[in-house]
């Protein structure tokens, strides 16, 4: 069974970062496409980028290019997301989820909160 | 990049009923379409793909249609474990972007 496990939730001081995880079983991590994808407070859906896990490679919506850093870590089979200088428009809860060409996004992390607060 | 504008933003219907939620596309997105479904506290699901293709244990009530720019979600006989926002995205060309999303409530 695919599972995207994410870490638990966050809180950030304004200017500081924060780094989630997503461990994923159930499948080849390396064949698979990660990607995030935020939610604000209410709001809809932002896609914020993906990681090819297998080559590194990453590919960022331009609005979250200074925002956001994606990871993985083969040997573990998890994904990350660093979140850097943090403000209140951070605040959010954060997914992740496996691409599959064609079918977009097949399987979602449960999300984690990230709070921004001083 | 590729504009999706969902319509109706909310949406009441009776247990039965049939709902449609429409979606535009500000460009040709040639049926790189899906179609999620969020319930409160919860991740979105996958409900069809590629316009019109049925994700692996989604109730068969549910269908997509459309082509070109215009596509739809039909929900027949509403269910009360329907309730829930719905999203469009189009996965045609990077960065992949969403509806706005269809609160869908039942009457």
């Known amino acids: 069974e695919v599972q995207l496990q994410q870490s638990g939730p966050e809180v950030g001081r304004p200017g500081s970062s924060v780094k989630i995880s997503c461990k994923a079983s159930?499948?080849?991590?390396?064949?698979?496409?990660m990607n995030w994808v935020k939610q604000s407070p209410g709001q809809g859906l932002e896609w914020i980028g993906w990681?090819?896990?297998?080559?590194?490679?990453?590919d960022y919506a331009e609005k979250f290019k200074k925002k956001a850093t994606l990871t993985a870590d083969t040997s573990s089979n998890t994904a990350y997301i660093q979140l850097s200088s943090l403000t209140s428009e951070d605040t959010a809860t954060y997914f992740c989820?496996?691409?599959?060409?064609?079918?977009?996004?097949?399987?979602w992390g449960q999300g984690v909160m990230v709070t921004v607060s001083s | 990049d590729i504009q999706m504008t969902q319509s109706p933003a909310s949406l009441s219907a009776s247990l039965g009923e049939t709902v449609t939620i429409e979606c535009l596309a500000s460009?040709?997105?040639?049926?790189?379409l899906a179609w999620y479904q969020q319930k409160p506290g919860k991740s979105p699901q996958l409900l069809i793909y590629?316009?019109?293709s049925l994700n692996d244990g989604v109730p068969s009530r549910f269908s997509g249609s459309g082509s070109g720019t215009q596509y739809s979600l039909k929900i027949n006989s509403l269910q009360s474990e329907d309730v829930s926002i719905y999203f469009c995205?189009?996965?045609?060309?990077?960065?992949?972007?969403f509806g706005g999303g269809t609160k869908l409530e039942l009457k």
């Open positions: 159930g499948y080849t991590f390396t064949d698979y496409v």
């Open positions: 460009e040709d997105i040639y049926s790189n």
């Open positions: 995205q189009q996965n045609y060309d990077s960065p992949w972007t």
């Open positions: 990681i090819d896990p297998e080559y590194g490679s990453t």
């Open positions: 590629y316009a019109n």
């Open positions: 989820a496996r691409w599959v060409p064609g079918r977009s996004f097949d399987y």
